[in-house]
């Protein structure tokens, strides 16, 4: 580059104030940036209003910045000098581009831009004299390094009177309007979405022109949103949802979120202004620190963590009882009848590899909590079964451990022959993973008195959490504990005989019966080509454990190859129901159907609006995964007495459903101590508060909670 | 009875879970992400073994004009000199890839600080840019402030005025300036989070 090109630059920059003498031209330039002063008219009148603005001409490769640069750089900045009367407003930024380096995003322009503003012409600007026009240029240009430039411009434009043609101005002008984003002819909102994330909705009329098109929104400002995020957008025929991740400094409720939606490639996109209410959520906040809004509710239950602890215990011990769990600890002590005529070290050392098996689950659990909660995600007890496809991976291995139970195929009675040592540890395996499982199958079941325990502890720093949850384990695991290690309770146990074979081939249909449930959870969640791909797996899985059977005292080529026939079968099971799961999971409709009219869908929106008529409310927050809101709501929400209280009383009944993954109701939840379904909140017309019901109802306390009846 | 295989599809399902806990960007009130590294000072550096004290990461590229703002007028070696009589532990941190702008070698970076008058703790060597990418580090300057626990306490820019202008800073409000001095009369840090300016960290990719 010649020297020449610098000057005006260097001579700005060293000479500081530039001496009358040598007034700034309208042009400048440096090694990376060309900057000229350019306005709409060559003239202009008094009181006129014209654009103003500077244009940048960038060397290949290099960027200047938008009003709000992204992760690194700096907006461009203009101080206009006018004489008194005159004004420049502020300026009408262009559709900004996306510069991509590395992890680092930045919003900004390549090649060329113009920054416009608008100038008001003073009204007694004198007529034949001239308009001087100066401006200081600021601007940071990058590329892989950055270079802080600046320039001074001038510009004259002659004052000419009312009436006398004022001549064109520069075509820059034209063209640089061409590139400002338009006001936006769609409906913009912006909704929580999982985690921290927020999804820009736009609706309205010819949104499917959108389709196929690169689309991009540019916050306005640094903070609320995470720029380097990889925004994904779908496109509907009535709506377009863009999902964006909250940034280093969100939103509160209620503020607005500003910003320009660019359609069509970088550089050549067509830009609209949108503007949106950022919605409530928790994002990147603990839980610890969500404040309890005002008008919900009772304050955070205050428990101990001693306290937190015995209610886990409690509520573990509670849990064996529970239709998911029972099934596989009747299975367990099935084994353990077995177990009790050899020697007692032996059942005792069982009982541990028991409880460590439930332990360590219950010890992932809070730790895979911690981390995510760690990572700001709102989640609660339960949250896994939000997964369709570890619903799904639950069904397969429920529906397996039936069919072994059935009979249809037996694992391992060989590999015990083959000698006490080996198969005294084999055993001891099966019992750790009887204590897995137990842990698994418990999760859905929220009993009594572990809501409250489990909500405190998501709420409690890592080693409180772990402590409750290693607590509600030894409450789980207790009662197996203790029976292999009180002979006494072991010489009750029946005499083993061949009713063992008629028990064990009996427990198979509660696991047959929880699979089919499970199923019915996954259609809820991921729609019927779920549910096909899930019920052609469990054939699937029912042809490997034939197949296994039928071919174990066959040669060994016969049984290699049905091997790997069972194999491949449970391969395509697996795969195929990951991949039709994994699709359709995030994408399922599921409205709240009309199977009932007695209740309304919950939202937050129609429950103030409700209770700010007066109205009574009673909230149901459910998920068709837990067990105990399900018999809730045919004993107690169902029972027509109850209904008819309703309707006497003019209550509206709202039903908040968590079986997917929810934000907004898990924020609920938090706020009245729980970090689970079920949670029944009955608000009397024009309480501050509401009253929060038990965990498990009757007809008599919903009907009494909803006459005023003290609970 | 039960099998053992069947319980490998269990653990299967645990595996296809892990990923939802996996993240990036550290947050503040959470732990800082860990790193280990190699320092100018020789050997490696870990930020567990800082446990116990406050700790200050810089990240710095000495050709960015920003950076060189606040070192050529003093801002930087005075903040580092006065985190030291507090027993802070600064570290620069230099995430520029092999080649790229910012990036020196040990020796390199000692004699630098030396010119400059500056006099961190240590200098951290982080051309795989991988601690930078752990801390989500956009810009140079850019500053973390951990606690003793290892909690991060502050992420963002060095002061409020956004600009390569020495003359800018007497009016900026100096953010660490402000939060050494809240640690000092063991105040929480009032301003948490803040906008970062400076030049892009010149990662290797």
């Keep these: 580059m010649s020297v020449t090109r610098y000057l005006p630059i260097l001579v700005a920059i060293l000479c500081g104030p530039t001496p009358a003498s040598a007034e700034p031209s309208t042009e400048a330039a440096t090694e990376q940036v060309k900057v000229q002063l350019v306005a709409s008219a060559a003239a202009v009148h008094p009181g006129d209003q014209i654009w103003i603005g500077v244009h940048q001409q960038i060397i290949p490769h290099w960027h200047t910045y938008w009003l709000n640069p992204g992760d690194s750089g700096l907006t461009t900045k203009i101080q206009y000098q006018l004489p008194a009367g005159s004004s420049v407003g502020e300026i009408t930024w262009p559709t900004p581009s996306k510069i991509v380096l590395g992890p680092v995003v930045n919003y900004g322009y390549e090649e060329a831009v113009t920054l416009l503003s608008p100038l008001q012409v003073a009204a007694d600007a004198p007529v034949g004299g001239e308009l001087p026009i100066s401006a200081k240029v600021k601007w940071l240009v990058c590329a892989e390094i950055c270079i802080p430039q600046q320039a001074e411009l001038a510009l004259r434009l002659p004052v000419v009177a009312a009436g006398a043609a004022v001549g064109p101005g520069s075509t820059l002008v034209e063209l640089a309007k061409a590139s400002w984003p338009t006001a936006s002819p769609w409906h913009a909102e912006v909704v929580a979405a999982a985690d921290d994330t927020v999804k820009l909705r736009l609706s309205g009329a010819d949104l499917a022109a959108l389709r196929e098109q690169p689309l991009w929104f540019y916050p306005e400002q640094w903070g609320p949103i995470a720029h380097g995020f990889q925004q994904q957008a779908t496109v509907q025929d009535d709506a377009v949802e863009i999902l964006l991740k909250a940034g280093d400094q969100p939103l509160a409720a209620g503020e607005t979120l500003r910003g320009v939606v660019a359609v069509g490639a970088n550089g050549k996109a067509s830009g609209y202004q949108v503007s949106a209410v950022w919605p409530a959520i928790t994002t990147a906040k603990p839980l610890a620190e969500a404040e309890a809004q005002p008008g919900l509710i009772q304050p955070r239950s205050e428990l101990t963590l001693a306290w937190a602890a015995l209610l886990a215990l409690a509520g573990g011990l509670i849990l064996n009882l529970m239709p998911c769990v029972f099934p596989v600890l009747s299975l367990k002590a099935l084994a353990l009848f077995e177990q009790a005529k050899h020697q007692p070290g032996q059942t005792r050392r069982h009982g541990w590899a028991y409880a460590a098996g439930v332990l360590a689950s219950f010890a992932g659990l809070a730790g895979l909590m911690i981390a995510l909660k760690a990572g700001g995600a709102v989640i609660g007890w339960g949250f896994q079964f939000q997964s369709p496809l570890f619903v799904l991976i639950v069904a397969y291995l429920l529906f397996a451990v039936g069919l072994s139970l059935s009979g249809v195929f037996t694992f391992g009675s060989r590999i015990a022959g083959i000698g006490s040592g080996l198969a005294a540890r084999g055993g001891y395996q099966g019992s750790f993973f009887t204590g897995v499982l137990a842990a698994v199958v418990a999760t859905p079941c929220t009993a009594p008195f572990m809501g409250a325990a489990i909500g405190f502890a998501v709420t409690q720093p890592a080693v409180a959490m772990l402590a409750v949850f290693l607590s509600l384990g030894a409450g789980l695991a207790l009662p197996y504990w203790l029976l292999c290690h009180w002979p006494a309770w072991q010489r009750r146990l029946p005499k083993p005989g061949a009713w063992m074979e008629t028990l064990k081939q009996g427990l198979a249909f509660p696991m047959y019966a929880t699979t089919a449930w499970l199923i019915w959870v996954l259609a809820r969640q991921a729609g019927p080509d779920a549910v096909a791909a899930a019920l052609l797996g469990l054939v699937l899985i029912g042809l490997a454990a034939w197949l296994y059977q039928i071919s174990r005292p066959a040669a060994d080529f016969a049984r290699h190859l049905a091997f790997s026939v069972a194999t491949l079968a449970l391969t395509v099971a697996l795969a195929g129901g990951t991949i039709v799961v994994g699709a359709s999971g995030s994408t399922a409709t599921r409205q709240a159907g009309s199977e009932s009219k007695a209740f309304e869908v919950y939202s937050a929106e129609r429950l103030s609006r409700l209770r700010a008529e007066g109205t009574p409310v009673f909230v149901n927050f459910t998920a068709d995964w837990c067990i105990t809101c399900l018999v809730n709501e045919k004993v107690a929400l169902a029972n027509r007495q109850v209904l008819d209280s309703f309707r006497e009383r003019g209550v509206v009944y709202l039903k908040g459903d968590w079986t997917n993954r929810d934000p907004a109701i898990a924020e609920v939840l938090a706020q009245h101590g729980r970090s689970g379904v079920p949670l029944y909140l009955y608000f009397a017309p024009g309480a501050q508060q509401a009253a929060v019901l038990p965990q498990l109802l009757t007809p008599d306390l919903v009907i009494g909670a909803v006459k005023g009846a003290s609970l | ?205």
């Design chain 2, 1 to 205: 009875m039960l099998s053992q295989r069947l319980f490998g599809v269990f653990a299967l399902s645990f595996t296809l879970l892990a990923p939802l806990a996996v993240r990036a960007e550290p947050v503040v009130g959470q732990p800082a992400p860990a790193f280990t590294a190699t320092a100018a000072e020789g050997g490696a550096l870990s930020l567990a073994d800082l446990r116990g004290k406050t700790v200050i990461l810089e990240w710095t590229n000495h050709e960015c004009p920003f950076v060189q703002k606040h070192y050529e007028s003093g801002n930087i070696p005075k903040l580092q000199k006065q985190a030291a009589s507090q027993g802070i532990v600064w570290l620069q941190v230099i995430s520029s890839g092999t080649g790229k702008q910012g990036f020196v070698d040990a020796a390199t970076a000692k004699k630098l600080n030396q010119e400059r008058g500056a006099t961190p703790a240590n200098t951290i060597l982080d051309a795989n840019g991988s601690i930078g990418k752990l801390y989500g580090a956009t810009n140079t300057p850019q500053l973390f402030i951990i606690d003793p626990k290892g909690l991060l306490l502050y992420k963002g820019g060095i002061d409020s005025i956004a600009s390569a202008d020495k003359d800018d800073i007497a009016g900026a409000e100096n953010y660490i300036d402000s939060a050494l001095k809240e640690l000092a009369a063991g105040k929480p840090i009032s301003k948490t989070v803040t906008k970062p300016y400076g030049c892009t960290v010149k990662y290797a990719s």
